[in-house]
């Protein structure tokens, strides 16, 4: 009776024992913290927060990614930033103040000057970082306003080599660290509805007085209800292959347009009219699409037709329900 009341004894401590014993760090943290999206997006790369303030003895240590992709350095600054600036892009930094956010990116182990985003003293928007850095325009953005137009105070620093899903997936870490709320970023392919100006390129040029840029070289002129008088960068004549050209009218109209002749010159040279007297009602006039493309069409001798194509967009969304908590 005693073997057994010592047996007894022995298992009732063994038991006590195994549970005040700690339990391994990774089982704790999956049995008392709930894993949300930003955290299991990218496995764990780094635990440095993706927001950062101004701080350290150089440059490269203010601006250092430690394991991320993309990293937001905020204010206050030191002058080593305006030194950086300096040294890099000798004569911007009179353009410099003011609010504007540095773009940084690291190559080959050092951190260059990518651009700048002029701003105020209220930031950025993540807008700004999807065109500059990703090559989205604003028609390929898809995203609720209070996302895509959160006001983002700070630079941006980011690894010119890592992938885009990981410079997404910092981007959105940032994002939810400014907004407070999770934040889901995906790249998706959809089929889109496409304006596409096709045909054999034939050059026309606009009745003879109209177009001082027509004067000497086959300029296409990109106006809507009228030519504006030159000035400033609208004297300016541009030039590009088909696609840039496409691109940059796209672009002046904020529409998925594609211009694709069969046999188009090695360099269109062109020339944008989109700013009328600067009032609201003439830049809206100088914008209109049916009227942008009838031109180009008129001088080109391409045809307009729309079509169905596929296309990538740049999806901003907060998660629903069932992806903030995982099982």
């Known amino acids: 009776m005693k073997r057994l009341a010592l047996s007894f004894g022995l298992l009732l401590l063994a038991a006590c024992v195994f549970l005040l014993s700690p339990r391994p760090k990774h089982e704790a943290a999956v049995a008392t913290q709930p894993v949300t999206v930003a955290a299991t997006a990218r496995e764990a790369v780094t635990s440095a927060p993706a927001v950062v303030p101004a701080t350290g003895q150089s440059f490269e240590e203010m601006y250092a990614l430690q394991g991320h992709a993309m990293r937001l350095v905020t204010p206050p600054f030191s002058p080593l930033r305006r030194d950086f600036l300096s040294k890099n892009r000798p004569g911007w930094e009179p353009t410099f103040d003011g609010g504007s956010s540095l773009i940084v990116s690291w190559k080959e182990g050092k951190p260059e000057v990518f651009g700048i985003i002029f701003a105020n003293d209220l930031g950025f928007v993540p807008r700004d970082l999807v065109e500059r850095i990703f090559g989205y325009n604003g028609y390929d953005i898809e995203a609720d306003r209070s996302i895509i137009a959160k006001q983002i105070v700070g630079d941006i620093v980011f690894d010119a080599d890592a992938s885009r899903e990981r410079l997404l997936e910092d981007l959105a870490n940032i994002i939810q660290q400014e907004r407070g709320k999770l ?145």
């Open 183 to 327: 934040v889901i970023i995906k790249e998706v392919e959809v089929d889109f509805p496409t304006v596409v100006l096709k045909g054999k390129w034939h050059y026309t040029p606009l009745p003879e007085g109209q177009s001082p840029q027509q004067k000497d070289a086959e300029v296409v002129e990109v106006y809507g209800e009228a030519l504006d008088a030159p000035r400033g960068m609208q004297s300016a004549i541009f030039d590009g292959d088909a696609d840039w050209f496409s691109k940059q009218v796209a672009n002046v109209l904020q529409q998925v347009i594609a211009i694709e002749p069969t046999d188009p010159p090695g360099k269109i040279h062109y020339h944008f009219d989109y700013w009328g007297d600067g009032s609201p009602q003439q830049q809206k006039a100088a914008r209109d699409m049916d009227l942008v493309l009838r031109h180009i069409c008129d001088q080109t001798g391409l045809t307009r037709v729309s079509e169905v194509r596929k296309r990538k967009r740049l999806v901003f969304r907060e998660p629903t329900p069932a992806e903030q908590v995982l099982p």
